[in-house]
C-alpha cells in the first residue's frame, strides 16, 4: 500500500563540544618606554579570524587580543604593551562535510601576566571555543493512503513540530566614532580598549533575521591629573542575516563577536573604531500538522510498520538582561578601585536545585590609602535564569560590570544579556508501512460481537479487531460519538 509523505528540510546537530586551549606568549617593552615597575592588570578579548570544515575537522583560528597596564619604575603614568596571542581550535566528527554549517562561540576564561624582567612579561591565556555543526538533513512522515479504497480505515493524529530551520554566519565590516561625554575625563593616552559584541533583539521579516545589539567599549586610558581610568561605550549594531524558509514566528538566536579590531585615538574625547563582526545564528521554527499513526482494512488483515524522526519540545524560552551581584572578600575596606577586568566562562553545569550556572573571574586594581597598589582575583558564580537539562540552543555575554570598594567587601554589580532557548527531544512516531495479507478473514469472525469497552480501549480498537469501520459501530449502536459508549454493550457488526 503506498503512503502520502511530508517532507521537511532542517538541520540537526552533528557535532556539539567544547575545546579549550592555553596559550601564552611573551612581549618585550619597546625602547621608548619605561621599565616595568607595577603591574595594574591585563585586559584581553578574544578576536575570530577564521572557521571552516577541512578533512573532517573543524577549524577555529583567531587571535587574543591583550593589553599588560603597568606603572613604570620609579613613577610616573601608566603604560601598555599591546600584545596578540593567536590560536588554532579543532574538533573532528565523521559526520562532518562540506554541506554542514557552523556556530562557533569563543570565549575567554583566563587570562594572567608574568613579570620576567623589568622589560619583558609573559601573557599566559585559556581560550574555550563552543564548537556547533549542523547537518542539512529531511525530515519524512506519513499523512496518509494514496487512493485508498472504502475498506482501508487510517487514523491521523494533529502534532507540533519544532526543529532547526536554518543556520548560519555572515562577517560584516564595522565603522564608527566613539565621543567621551564632557563630565568624564579627558584622554591623554589611550592605553587599552575591550570590545565585546551583544545582541539584544532579534525578529524574522520575510526572508530575513533583523538583530539589533551593540558594542560594549571597554576604555582604559590616561589623564594627566586623575591617572588611569576606564570608561564604559555603547555602540549601536543593526544588520540582517538569511532566515531561509523559516516562518517569521521562528525563534532566532544571533550571537556576535569581533574581528579584526582597530580603536585608534584621534583626540581627546574621540575614538576612530574599525572592526568586523562575526555573526552567526539559529533558527528554530515550528509547525503544526497531521501525521498518520495507525490503519487498518476490514477487507483483509494487514500490518504497519512503525517510522521515527526526531522531533523538539520547547521547555524554555529565555532573551532578557539578568542582572547579578557578588561579594568578594578582601581586607582593605579603605581601598579605591583603580580598575576592574572580568571574563565570562559559562561552561560551569549547575548550581544546586538544577539551574544553570557561569562563573565570572575577576581581577581587581585597588589603591591604598598610601598610594600603593593591590591586586585581588576571585572567582563569583553566577546562578542563570534558564532550568537544566535539555538541549540549549543560544550564549551568554557579559555586558556591564562595575566594583565597588565597602566595609563588607568588595561589592560585584552587573547585567549578563541571556538569550537561549532550550529544547528536549521527542520521537515522532508514525506508520512508516502498510502491508495488506490477502486473506479473507470472514470465515473466523462471527456476523456480529457484543462488547463493552475496556479501560483504556477505543473505538478505533474495537473495529481494527473486528474489522468494522467506527461509523458502523456508531450508527448500529444509534450514538452520536465515543464518549456516548460508556460501558454499556456495544454491538460490533460484521465488516462491510
Known amino acids: 500500500m503506498e503512503l502520502q509523505y511530508e517532507e521537511l528540510n532542517c538541520y540537526s546537530r552533528v557535532l556539539d563540544t567544547v575545546v579549550r586551549r592555553e596559550e601564552s606568549r611573551e612581549s618585550i617593552v619597546s625602547d621608548s618606554m619605561p621599565d616595568i615597575g607595577t603591574v595594574l592588570t591585563v585586559t584581553a578579548s578574544p578576536m575570530l579570524q577564521k572557521t571552516g570544515i577541512e578533512n573532517g575537522s573543524v577549524i577555529v583560528e583567531g587571535s587574543i587580543c591583550a593589553a ?9 603614568g601608566p603604560c601598555a604593551i599591546p600584545l596578540e596571542i593567536p590560536f588554532r581550535c579543532t574538533a573532528e566528527c565523521e559526520a562532518l562535510t562540506e554541506e554542514c554549517r557552523l556556530n562557533i562561540l569563543p570565549h575567554l576564561s583566563r587570562a594572567d601576566v608574568k613579570v620576567v624582567n623589568p622589560r619583558k612579561v609573559l601573557v599566559q591565556a585559556e581560550l574555550s571555543a563552543h564548537v556547533i555543526a549542523y547537518a ?6 506519513s499523512t496518509g493512503v494514496v487512493d485508498a479504497d472504502a475498506s482501508i480505515q487510517i487514523k491521523t493524529e494533529s502534532v507540533s513540530f519544532r526543529y532547526v530551520s536554518q543556520v548560519t554566519e555572515k562577517v560584516f565590516p564595522l565603522e564608527d566614532d566613539v565621543t567621551i561625554g564632557g563630565s568624564r575625563p579627558s584622554i591623554d593616552a589611550l592605553l587599552a580598549c575591550d570590545v565585546t559584541p551583544y545582541c539584544s533583539e532579534t525578529k524574522i521579516v520575510g526572508t530575513k533575521i533583523i538583530f539589533k545589539g551593540g558594542l560594549k567599549l571597554r576604555i582604559r586610558a590616561q589623564n594627566e591629573e586623575q591617572g588611569l581610568f576606564s570608561e564604559l561605550c555603547d555602540v549601536p549594531v543593526s544588520q540582517v542575516l538569511d532566515a531561509g524558509d523559516s516562518s ?30 562575526y555573526a552567526c545564528a539559529t533558527v528554530v521554527d515550528s509547525r503544526e500538522g497531521s501525521v498518520l499513526n495507525d490503519a487498518y482494512s476490514t477487507r483483509c488483515a494487514c500490518r504497519c510498520e512503525e517510522g521515527i524522526e526526531q522531533n523538539f519540545q520547547v521547555t524554555e524560552q529565555i532573551f532578557q538582561p539578568h542582572p547579578f551581584r557578588a561579594l568578594l572578600q578582601q581586607e582593605l575596606p579603605s581601598a579605591d578601585v583603580v580598575d576592574l577586568c572580568v571574563l565570562l566562562d559559562e561552561d560551569t553545569g549547575t548550581a544546586e536545585g538544577g539551574s544553570r550556572c557561569c562563573s565570572l573571574k575577576l581581577s581587581v586594581c585597588l589603591r591604598e590609602q598610601d598610594g600603593r597598589l593591590t591586586h585581588l582575583t576571585q572567582t563569583a558564580e553566577v546562578e542563570l535564569p534558564v532550568a537544566a537539562g535539555g538541549i540549549l540552543f543560544g550564549s551568554v555575554t557579559l555586558l556591564e560590570c562595575g566594583c565597588i570598594s565597602s566595609a563588607a567587601g568588595l561589592e560585584v554589580r552587573g547585567n549578563l544579556m541571556v ?27 462471527p456476523s456480529a460481537v457484543l462488547r463493552r469497552l475496556k479501560k483504556g480501549e477505543t473505538l478505533w480498537d474495537l473495529g481494527k479487531e473486528y474489522y468494522a469501520t467506527v461509523a458502523d459501530i456508531l450508527a448500529v449502536n444509534q450514538i452520536s460519538d465515543e464518549s456516548a459508549a460508556g460501558e454499556r454493550f456495544l454491538l460490533i457488526p460484521h465488516g462491510r
Open 68 to 76: 599588560v597596564l603597568y606603572e613604570p619604575e620609579g613613577g610616573g
Open 136 to 141: 542539512p538533513r529531511t525530515m519524512r512522515y
Open 248 to 277: 517569521e514566528s521562528a525563534v532566532a538566536l544571533v550571537s556576535l563577536f569581533a574581528s579584526n579590531c582597530q580603536v585608534v585615538l584621534r583626540d581627546s574625547r574621540t575614538l576612530s573604531l574599525e572592526l568586523e563582526l
Open 419 to 445: 538569550q537561549c532557548i532550550v529544547l528536549t527531544e521527542q520521537e515522532l512516531r508514525y506508520v512508516g508501512a502498510v502491508t495488506l495479507e490477502e486473506t479473507d478473514p470472514s470465515a473466523d469472525r
